[in-house]
């Protein structure tokens, strides 16, 4: 899948295990490496787990369209699809068979 970053800052940050370590610390760093590479591995966003340890889940409200996969609790790696317009289902969910690009946003403990 095809992964690109909201911000300069940020892709810096993730295309450095240095800078990785820095900003959240090793055991972050390692789990944040695992999820990308989970996440380069897939052909779609279907193709990411939906149960632990990624877990992959939507996510609603004011982050409605965004997804998240689960990192050292309680902070979670929020995407969204990179795609305009979004591929959706009839029923108006998202076709995540159909993601093939995501832009990673922030890590954050949205709860």
Do not use: W
Not at 20 to 32: D, N, T, W
Not at 50 to 75: F, I, M, N, W
């Amino acid at each position: 899948m095809e992964i690109t970053f909201k911000t300069r800052k940020l892709a810096k940050i993730f295309n450095s295990e240095k800078e990785l370590q820095k900003k959240y610390g090793a055991p972050m760093m390692r789990r944040i490496a695992a999820r990308l590479a989970v996440l380069r591995n897939a052909r779609t966003l279907s193709m990411v787990p939906s149960t632990p340890p990624e877990r992959l889940h939507p996510l609603r409200g004011k982050r409605k369209g965004q997804q998240a996969v689960d990192l050292v609790h309680p902070y979670r790696l929020i995407l969204q699809p990179a795609h305009d317009p979004l591929p959706c289902r009839e029923d108006g969910s998202l076709a995540t068979d159909q993601v093939t690009s995501i832009t990673i946003i922030e890590v954050t403990d949205y709860h």
